[in-house]
């Protein structure tokens, strides 16, 4: 494509867990989507921008990569964003193996590093659902 110089009027972070847009001439977007845009391959259909290391704001064409949205959907699990603590993917799978031998959260969250609440979101599915336990032998 053509290049073209134009004034980035705004750089701000927003509230949507720590991504960033730019203003361009008054236009608001994305700034890892226009990032991944400028150093990739053209965006496949139907794909998105994935932060791989789980860091929003990291916004370097090194960290982005296109993905389906399925594929984005399971790293943000699996940087566990928000205000859970990060689990390996083993931990994830021992939790959900202790949890279908009938172990309780209040238990396990004495070995864990995260609550309870969040063991309990694993046991329903709500986090780590993508995950078979299978896939990560003790």
């Known amino acids: 494509g053509e290049w073209r110089v134009c004034k980035v009027t705004t750089l701000k972070t927003t509230k949507m867990k720590g991504y960033q847009k730019i203003s361009i001439n008054g236009v608001e977007l994305w700034l890892h989507a226009e990032v991944t845009e400028a150093f990739s391959a053209s965006r496949p259909d139907g794909e998105v921008p ?41 931990q994830a799978a021992q939790i959900k193996r202790r949890l279908q031998q009938g172990e309780r959260a209040v238990d396990l969250e004495k070995e ?23 896939d990560f032998p003790d």
Not at 70 to 76: G, L
Request: aromatic fraction near 6%; charge should be positive; glycine fraction near 8%.
């Open 112 to 134: 864990y590093p995260i609550s309870a609440n969040a063991i309990s979101r694993i046991k329903t599915g709500k986090s780590w659902g993508w995950l078979d336990p299978a």
């Open 50 to 90: 994935r932060h791989l290391n789980g860091n929003p704001s990291d916004n370097n064409a090194t960290n982005l990569k296109w993905g389906p949205p399925t594929k984005n959907s399971q790293d943000t699990i699996l940087h566990q964003q928000g205000n859970t603590q990060e689990l390996s993917p083993q």
